[in-house]
C-alpha cells in the first residue's frame, strides 16, 4: 500500500464545476507536492509546500487552487477546468524540500477528465 | 540549469536477463541527487534507488543498482534477472542543492517490456 493517498482515483468533471483532490501522508514528510502527468510524458511540476507554506508554484493557471490545511493534508482544488487539463495528477511527499538527498513518496494518483 | 537525457524511448529485455536503461545529466550544482523511479501502467510513481553526487561507491537496492560515472556524468539503472512485474515505464531524475527548493528535474522516461 502506497504511503501517499490520493482521492479520488478517478475523477470526471465538466467545464463549469469546482472539485478537490486530496492528498494525505502520515510519514511526517515537511514538503508536499502537486504534479501533472499527460500519457508518456514526465511529470511536470504544479506546486511545491514546505513547512505547510507554498514556496514555489510554476505559474499555474489560477483555475488550479492548491491547500495545505496541515502538514499532513494537501488539496487541489478546481474550477472551470478546460479539456487539456485532464491528465494524471500526482501527490509526493518527501522529508524536506531542499535537500537534495531525499527521493519522493507518490500517491497512486488522480485520472482527471474534463468534459 | 539542469538536464536529464533518457536517450531510450524503449526497451525490451528477455524475462530472467539483466538491462540498463541509460541516463545522462547536466548541471552545475556541486552536490546533487540522482533517483529513479518506476511507473507501471497503474500510474504510481515508485521510487528504486537514490546516489548521491560525493557518495563512493554505486548504489543497490536489491535487484536494482546504479551504475554511477560521475565524470562522464551518467546514472545508468541495472536491472538485474528481469521480471514480468519489471514492465513499466522508467524516470531518471535528479535534485541538485542549488536548484529552487523541492525542484526535481525529471528526464522523459524509458518504457520496458520484458518479455517472458
Known amino acids: 500500500d502506497t504511503e501517499v493517498t490520493q482521492t479520488p482515483k478517478h475523477l470526471v468533471m465538466g467545464m463549469t464545476n469546482k472539485k478537490s483532490l486530496k492528498c494525505e501522508q502520515h510519514?511526517?514528510?515537511?514538503?508536499m507536492y502537486w504534479y501533472k502527468q499527460k500519457a508518456k510524458k514526465p511529470p511536470e511540476l504544479m506546486f511545491v509546500?514546505?513547512?505547510?507554506?507554498?514556496?514555489i508554484n510554476e505559474s499555474v493557471p489560477s483555475r488550479f487552487s492548491p491547500e495545505c490545511p496541515n502538514s499532513s493534508l494537501l488539496n487541489l482544488h478546481l474550477h472551470a477546468l478546460q479539456p487539456e487539463d485532464s491528465a494524471l495528477y500526482l501527490c509526493?511527499?518527501?522529508?524536506?524540500?531542499?535537500?537534495?538527498?531525499?527521493?519522493?513518496?507518490f500517491g497512486s494518483g488522480t485520472r482527471l477528465t474534463v468534459v | 540549469a539542469q538536464k536529464i537525457t533518457q536517450t531510450q524511448p524503449g526497451m525490451f529485455v528477455q524475462e530472467k536477463e539483466a538491462v540498463t536503461l541509460d541516463c545522462t545529466y547536466d548541471?552545475?550544482?556541486?552536490?546533487?541527487?540522482l533517483f529513479w523511479y518506476k511507473q507501471p501502467s497503474s500510474g504510481e510513481m515508485i521510487f528504486l534507488i537514490y546516489?548521491?553526487?560525493?557518495?563512493?561507491q554505486n548504489a543497490t537496492e536489491g535487484r536494482y543498482s546504479l551504475n554511477f560515472q560521475k565524470a562522464r556524468k551518467s546514472a545508468n539503472l541495472v536491472i538485474s534477472a528481469s521480471q514480468l512485474g519489471d514492465s513499466a515505464m522508467y524516470f531518471c531524475?535528479?535534485?541538485?542543492?542549488?536548484?529552487?527548493?523541492?525542484?526535481?528535474?525529471f528526464g522523459d522516461g524509458t518504457t520496458l517490456t520484458v518479455k517472458p
Open positions: 546516489q548521491g553526487s560525493y557518495d563512493q
Open positions: 510519514m511526517g514528510h515537511r514538503a
Open positions: 509546500y514546505s513547512y505547510e507554506k507554498l514556496s
Open positions: 548541471t552545475s550544482d556541486p552536490s546533487y541527487g
Open positions: 531524475a535528479m535534485r541538485g542543492i542549488n536548484t529552487n527548493a523541492g525542484k526535481s528535474t
Open positions: 509526493a511527499s518527501s522529508q524536506e524540500g531542499t535537500e537534495v538527498y531525499y527521493g519522493y513518496t
